[in-house]
């Protein structure tokens, strides 16, 4: 499932389009995770990308003449990739949707599982009700160690469901949220309100750094991930926990773990990431 780094890196790849006129939209498939509007069209075509934002893992383009007039979103859901082609490229089964711009550039959007979505906002995007009760992006100094702490107060389910949830915090999915906590060594299962503040800013630092390497990472490989065959690939990244069931602890040598949390599979490292007792809790509380 793309991941914010992954849609971030697809926005910035998108770049070079900000500006272009759009000369054509063809719809193949109207059956994404809600229909795309029939009449996205007439709403597009002559006009131009005038700006291309992201909240969360929402693509937001903001389209018009001069001054936008609305918002075309995309979201790439399970399976979604959007690809920057030239207009000979030939379209494949699950290409669903392009945009074609006047100078012969394609914007195509392929997605098998069709969850992914384009949606027409007329109004402020972040009115939506997809966008208007998100938290705060993970990269933005409005998600730090004292908003984080003062949050989990009232939560007392697992740190990993929690640091998952979006109106949290947007764009910690299942690998940073298991990556963050290894390195913040803090146990998947430690109950959200029992995290100190130094613990919320080690996670908030983790989680920031985490999503930082994966963009670096991404970027590196972008011209990968628009490559010519029209067929991106997500990048490969290092990781210390996620997907190692049963192999070795890159720091300690302990195996790594895998249970289910919030139907997720939550990989971890039980000597790096010990679970902190009922006891040691009580007697942090009472210092
Ligand atoms: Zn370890």
Redo the contacts with the bound molecule.
């Keep these: 499932m793309p991941e914010l780094p992954e849609v971030e890196v697809t926005r910035r790849g998108l770049l070079p389009v900000e500006g272009a006129l759009i000369a054509q939209v063809t719809i193949r498939h109207h059956g994404m995770r809600w229909p795309i509007p029939a009449d996205l069209p007439q709403r597009l075509q002559g006009r131009r990308v005038l700006k291309l934002k992201r909240r969360a893992k929402y693509i937001l383009a903001e389209i018009g003449t001069t001054v936008p007039e609305g918002t075309l979103l995309l979201h790439l859901g399970m399976s979604g990739r959007l690809c920057l082609l030239e207009r000979d490229f030939p379209a494949e089964k699950h290409d669903h949707f392009d945009l074609l711009f006047a100078d012969g550039r394609v914007i195509r959007l392929r997605d098998p599982r069709r969850f992914g979505a384009v949606l027409w906002l007329d109004q402020d995007p972040m009115q939506h009700e997809l966008l208007n009760r998100l938290g705060p992006e993970p990269l933005e100094p409005a998600f730090n160690a004292a908003y984080l702490f003062q949050e989990l107060r009232t939560r007392s389910a697992a740190i990993k469901t929690t640091i998952m949830d979006a109106h949290l915090v947007v764009g910690v999915g299942n690998i940073y949220a298991s990556e963050s906590l290894f390195r913040a060594r803090i146990h998947p299962e430690t109950p959200a309100n029992t995290l100190s503040l130094a613990q919320c800013e080690l996670l908030v630092q983790e989680i920031k750094s985490t999503l930082h390497a994966a963009l670096e990472a991404g970027g590196s490989s972008l011209r990968d991930f628009f490559g010519a065959d029209g067929n991106p690939g997500y990048f490969q990244q290092t990781y210390y926990v996620y997907g190692r069931t049963g192999e070795a602890?890159?720091?300690?040598?302990?195996m790594i773990l895998n249970i289910r949390l919030g139907q997720r599979s939550t990989f971890f490292?039980p000597?790096?990431?010990p679970r902190k007792s009922a006891v040691s809790h009580k007697k942090r509380l009472t210092k």
């Design positions: 602890c890159r720091v300690c040598q302990q490292c000597q790096c990431q």
